[in-house]
């Protein structure tokens, strides 16, 4: 396990400690939903439990997938598609979790918290495109470089 860690390029490091933190804080979430007070609260907020799945299948599932298709090489996962998929993962947590924590505690609900919910969750159709896009270009050009070579003859 050490040796595959080594060998993996920093950015595939990253991606495996931030799934792995994203991982850790699941399951302390999901022991907190075990005491009373946290369940009750979790019950009566929907946009706990949102936040909660949102955490583990945006942050957790679809990001070890992500980081797994760049590992086989499925895909071409730049250092820009990424951030914009954690800044916009970081983005929608904190603010589904702040509207749930202003309906559970009382905290003000700054004007126009959709509209920005919104915006940040653009941010993942835009690193999904851009995944899409610099893999479909990388394709295209290995295409067109095996083609020149499949008829020059000796």
């Not at 993942?124 to 899409?132: D, G, M, R």
Request: proline share 2%.
């Amino acid at each position: 396990m050490e040796l595959f860690y080594r060998e993996l390029p920093p950015q595939s490091k990253f991606t495996l400690r931030f799934i792995g933190f994203v991982f850790i804080l699941k399951l302390i979430m999901q022991t907190l939903s075990g005491i009373p007070v946290f369940a009750e609260i979790a019950a009566a907020n929907l946009d706990v439990v949102i936040g909660y799945l949102h955490w583990f299948f945006l942050g957790f599932v679809s990001l070890f997938l992500v980081f797994l298709a760049s590992y086989l090489k499925w895909i071409k996962l730049s250092n820009l598609s990424l951030s914009l998929y954690l800044i916009a993962f970081l983005t929608t947590e904190f603010l589904i979790f702040y509207r749930a924590g202003s309906a559970a505690f009382g905290w003000q609900y700054f004007s126009h918290l959709n509209t920005y919910l919104a915006l940040a969750s653009f941010l993942f159709s835009t690193a999904l495109v851009i995944i899409l896009w610099q893999t479909l270009l990388i394709r295209k050009n290995k295409n067109q470089m095996n083609s020149k070579t499949d008829y020059i003859e000796f």
